[in-house]
C-alpha cells in the first residue's frame, strides 16, 4: 500500500474495504490450518461420552487430562501396559545423542573441506551431499547387518548410530554452506598464530557458529525424534522410540476405540519438537539465510 | 631480527606456474616491498614466506635456517591481512594476546606485552571492545598490534592499506614507516600501489608474470627502470614513451619527432647526445624515448642544459602544486608537469623546456632498456 492514499480520504475508504478482504481471507485460511490441530487438542481433553454424543468440533466441557494421563502412564502398546513414559525416555536417550554427534560431526566436516581444501574436497563434499538423497528405505537392509555385526541391535545405541549416520550428509551440508561465508584469512591468521586444527575449531569457528548450529539442531532433532521407520526396523518391544510405540497403542485396542487417549498420545509425541520450534524457531530462518547478505 | 633469502623460488600449481624463480636477498632490517598487478604472484610470494602455500622448488632461509618445510607457527614470522582478519568473538585484548597464548606465555606476561603494544599502537583504551565494535582503522591497528606482540624476525604485510579510505592510508602509511624506523624489523610488503611502494620501501621488487622485472631502490626504480614494464608501472602520472628513430647530427645523436605548435606539425631533433654509447649500435632503428612528465616543464626555469620548444597545449589538469599539460607529439598524448602559477596564463602554443638527460631510452623490440 502506497504513503500517499494516507493523505487522500475519498481514497481511504476503499483502503479499508481493501484491507478488510484480506485480513477475512487470511483469517479463513488460519482457522482452516487450524481446524485439525484444534480438533486433536480438543478430543483429547475429552472422555468417550462426550466424543460419542457430541459432534467433533464441540468445546470440550471441561478441561479433562484423564486421557492424556492413561497415554502417558497407563495405556497398553502390544501387551505391556506402561504408557508411553518409558518410550518417550527410550526417545530421548536416542536424540539428544544422536543430535549432538551428528551436528559435531557435521561442523568438523564442514570445516575441514572449506578450511582446509586437500584435493579432491570438491569430490568429496558432492558425494557426502549425495547422500542427502538417499532414502532411508535404501539403507535398512546394510545397516541392519552392521548393527548385527556391531551387536548393537534392538537397542538405543543402535539406533544413536543410525542418525548420526544418516544425519551427517545434512549437517555437513549446512556447516560447510556457512563455513564457505566465513574469510580464510582468519584460518590464516590463526595458523600463524600458532593454533592448530582443533584449536582453531573450538576457539574461532566454534564461537562464530551459533546460527547454524541452531539449524541444525531444530533439523536433526526434527528428523530423528519424529522418525518411525528406523525405530520400526531395529527395535522391538521396550527399545521403542515414542513414534512407533504411540503407532503400536493406537492399533492395540481392547474393546472400545480411545479416540481421546490416541489424540494426547499424538500431542505428547509432538510436543519435543514442537518446543523446540517454539524455544529457537526464530533462529531457524536467520540462520538458514545467515551469510547471504554482506555485512 | 635477521635476514630473508628466497633463492630461485618457484610454485607451480599443476602446470601452472605461478612464480618462475625468484632470488631475493633481504639484509637484517630491510624493508622489501613487493609491487605488481594482481595475479603477478605477489600475493603467493609472501603466502610461500608465510608458509601458507608450499614451495615448489628452490629455498627460502630466514637467517642461516631453512624454512620450506617449517610450520608457519614457528617460523618467527607475523603477518597483517589484507582484511585484517581479526577473531570476531574475541575482545581486541585477546585477539593480540591469542598467538602468545598459542605460544604458552604465561597469562601476566601476557598481559603486560599487549598492553605495551597497545600503549604504542594508541589504542589502549580499546582493549575490552570487540572487533565488530571497531572502526577501520582502529581494526588495522589490532592487525598490526597482533603482529607486533610477538616480536618476530620478519613482518608480512598484505596490501595492509587497501581497505581503508585515502586519507586513513596516508595516515596508516606514516605509521608503518615509523613503526619499521622504530623495531628495525625486516619486513615484506605486498602491494599494487606503487606510491605505497615507493614510500615505503629501501627496495622494491616488481613482479610481473611470476618473474621479478626489477630489484631496487625506489630512486633507482623511479629513475633507471630497467624496462617499459616497470617504466610505466611506476611513477603517476606515468612515464611518456615516444617512439622515434636515431640520427646523427653534427653535436652526437639525436631524434626526430614531429611536434604541434601554432596549428601544424614542427620537426624537432631532441638531443641524445648525453645517451651517445647507448644510442650509437641504434642509428637509423627505432628507439623508444621514455620521458617523466616532470623533465618536461615551463622553459625559462630549468638549467642551461635544457632544450626548448613551442608545444601547444591540448588540455590542462591542475592536480594543486602542479599542472599537468597534455602535448601532440608523433601525434600522441604527451604529458608535461607544469607549475600551477605558470601553467594558468597560458593558453594554446607554450614554450617547454625538455630535460633529455633524464630520458630512458628502450628498445622498441625486447622492451629494455638501453644503457
Known amino acids: 500500500m502506497s504513503n500517499s492514499t494516507t493523505f487522500v480520504p475519498a481514497q481511504?475508504?476503499?483502503?479499508?474495504?481493501?484491507?478488510?478482504?484480506?485480513?477475512?481471507?487470511?483469517?479463513?485460511?488460519?482457522?482452516?490450518?487450524?481446524?485439525?490441530?484444534?480438533?486433536?487438542?480438543g478430543t483429547s481433553?475429552?472422555?468417550?461420552?462426550?466424543?460419542?454424543?457430541?459432534?467433533?468440533?464441540?468445546?470440550?466441557?471441561?478441561?479433562?487430562?484423564t486421557a492424556w494421563r492413561h497415554a502417558w502412564s497407563e495405556a497398553c502398546i502390544g501387551v505391556t501396559c506402561t504408557g508411553l513414559e518409558p518410550y518417550f525416555w527410550n526417545s530421548v536417550t536416542m536424540a539428544l545423542p544422536a543430535v549432538t554427534l551428528s551436528t559435531l560431526l557435521g561442523a568438523l566436516t564442514g570445516y575441514a573441506l572449506t578450511k582446509w581444501q586437500f584435493k579432491g574436497a570438491n569430490l568429496v563434499f558432492a558425494l557426502i551431499l549425495f547422500g542427502c538423497f538417499v532414502p532411508f528405505q535404501v539403507v535398512i537392509l546394510p545397516m541392519a547387518q552392521t548393527l548385527g555385526l556391531i551387536g548393537i541391535t534392538n537397542t538405543v545405541y543402535g539406533l544413536i548410530l543410525v542418525h548420526t549416520v544418516y544425519g551427517l550428509a545434512f549437517t555437513t551440508l549446512f556447516f560447510r554452506n556457512y563455513y564457505v561465508t566465513i574469510p580464510d584469512e582468519l584460518v590464516r591468521a590463526a595458523t600463524i598464530d600458532g593454533a592448530g586444527f582443533f584449536t582453531i575449531f573450538r576457539r574461532i569457528i566454534l564461537p562464530l557458529s551459533p546460527p547454524i548450529i541452531v539449524v541444525s539442531v531444530i533439523w536433526q532433532f526434527t528428523q530423528i525424534w519424529n522418525d518411525f521407520l528406523f525405530g520400526a526396523s531395529f527395535t522391538t518391544g521396550g527399545a521403542q522410540p515414542i513414534t512407533v510405540a504411540m503407532n503400536n497403542l493406537v492399533n492395540t485396542t481392547t474393546g472400545v476405540k480411545q479416540y481421546n487417549v490416541d489424540m494426547a498420545a499424538a500431542l505428547i509425541t509432538a510436543a519435543p519438537t514442537l518446543f523446540v520450534y517454539i524455544v529457537a524457531g526464530r533462529y531457524f530462518v536467520r540462520g538458514l539465510t545467515a551469510g547471504s547478505v554482506k555485512g | 631480527m635477521a635476514s630473508l633469502t628466497i633463492k630461485n623460488a618457484v610454485k607451480r600449481y599443476g602446470n601452472v606456474e605461478v612464480l618462475k624463480g625468484v632470488d631475493i636477498d633481504l639484509e637484517d632490517g630491510e624493508f622489501l616491498v613487493l609491487l605488481g598487478a594482481s595475479g603477478c604472484g605477489k600475493s603467493t610470494l609472501?603466502?610461500?614466506?608465510?608458509?601458507?602455500?608450499?614451495?615448489?622448488?628452490?629455498?627460502?632461509?630466514?637467517?642461516?635456517?631453512?624454512?620450506?618445510?617449517?610450520?608457519?607457527?614457528d617460523r618467527d614470522i607475523a603477518m597483517v591481512f589484507q582484511s585484517y582478519a581479526l577473531?570476531?568473538?574475541?575482545?581486541?585484548?585477546?585477539?593480540?594476546?591469542?598467538?602468545?597464548?598459542?605460544?604458552?606465555?604465561?597469562?601476566?606476561?601476557?598481559?603486560?606485552?599487549?598492553?605495551?603494544?597497545?600503549?604504542?599502537?594508541?589504542?589502549?583504551?580499546?582493549?575490552d571492545r570487540k572487533p565488530s565494535q571497531l572502526?577501520?582503522?582502529q581494526r588495522q591497528r589490532v592487525a598490526m598490534g597482533r603482529a607486533l606482540v610477538r616480536r618476530p624476525e620478519v613482518f608480512l604485510f598484505d596490501e595492509p592499506l587497501s581497505n581503508l579510505d585515502a586519507k586513513l592510508r596516508l595516515e596508516m602509511r606514516t605509521e608503518i614507516k615509523r613503526l619499521h624506523k622504530r623495531l628495525n624489523a625486516t619486513m615484506v610488503y605486498v602491494t599494487h600501489d606503487q606510491i605505497e611502494a615507493l614510500t615505503l620501501a629501501d627496495r622494491i621488487a616488481i613482479l610481473k608474470d611470476g618473474e621479478v622485472q626489477q630489484l631496487a631502490s625506489p630512486a633507482e626504480i623511479y629513475d633507471l627502470p630497467v624496462n617499459m614494464f616497470v617504466a610505466g608501472l611506476v611513477g603517476s602520472p606515468p612515464m611518456n614513451f615516444i617512439a622515434t628513430k636515431v640520427s646523427r647530427t653534427e653535436?652526437?645523436?639525436?631524434?626526430?619527432?614531429?611536434?604541434?605548435?601554432?596549428?601544424?606539425?614542427?620537426?624537432?631533433?631532441?638531443?641524445?647526445?648525453?645517451?651517445?654509447?647507448?644510442?650509437?649500435?641504434?642509428?637509423?632503428?627505432?628507439?623508444?624515448?621514455?620521458?617523466?612528465?616532470?623533465?618536461?616543464?615551463?622553459?625559462?626555469?630549468?638549467?642551461?642544459?635544457?632544450?626548448?620548444?613551442?608545444?601547444?597545449?591540448?588540455v590542462t589538469e591542475a592536480t594543486g602544486a602542479d599542472t599537468l599539460c597534455i602535448l601532440n607529439w608523433n601525434g600522441k598524448e604527451?604529458?608535461?608537469?607544469?607549475?600551477?602559477?605558470?601553467?594558468?596564463i597560458i593558453e594554446g602554443t607554450m614554450e617547454f623546456a625538455v630535460d633529455m638527460s633524464r630520458a630512458s631510452l628502450f628498445d622498441p623490440d625486447t622492451e629494455t632498456r638501453l644503457d
Do not use: C
Open chain 1, 12 to 41: 481511504n475508504r476503499s483502503v479499508l474495504w481493501m484491507r478488510l478482504l484480506l485480513w477475512t481471507i487470511l483469517l479463513l485460511f488460519a482457522i482452516w490450518f487450524l481446524l485439525p490441530a484444534y480438533v486433536v487438542v
Open chain 2, 87 to 127: 577473531y570476531p568473538n574475541m575482545t581486541v585484548g585477546k585477539n593480540i594476546a591469542f598467538g602468545l597464548e598459542m605460544r604458552g606465555v604465561p597469562k601476566p606476561e601476557r598481559e603486560a606485552a599487549v598492553f605495551e603494544v597497545a600503549k604504542m599502537l594508541q589504542m589502549d583504551h580499546l582493549l
Open chain 2, 334 to 344: 604527451v604529458m608535461a608537469r607544469v607549475s600551477s602559477g605558470y601553467a594558468q
Open chain 1, 45 to 65: 481433553l475429552k472422555d468417550l461420552a462426550e466424543i460419542r454424543g457430541g459432534s467433533l468440533l464441540a468445546l470440550p466441557h471441561e478441561l479433562n487430562f
Open chain 2, 251 to 314: 653535436k652526437g645523436f639525436g631524434a626526430e619527432i614531429y611536434v604541434r605548435a601554432h596549428g601544424a606539425e614542427h620537426p624537432i631533433l631532441l638531443d641524445l647526445t648525453d645517451h651517445s654509447t647507448s644510442v650509437a649500435p641504434f642509428v637509423g632503428r627505432d628507439i623508444v624515448i621514455g620521458l617523466r612528465p616532470e623533465a618536461i616543464t615551463q622553459a625559462g626555469v630549468g638549467s642551461v642544459e635544457t632544450q626548448s620548444f613551442a608545444s601547444e597545449v591540448d
Open chain 2, 135 to 137: 572502526s577501520g582503522g
Open chain 2, 46 to 73: 609472501l603466502n610461500m614466506i608465510a608458509g601458507l602455500e608450499t614451495v615448489t622448488e628452490g629455498e627460502i632461509s630466514i637467517g642461516d635456517r631453512v624454512i620450506n618445510d617449517v610450520h608457519p607457527k
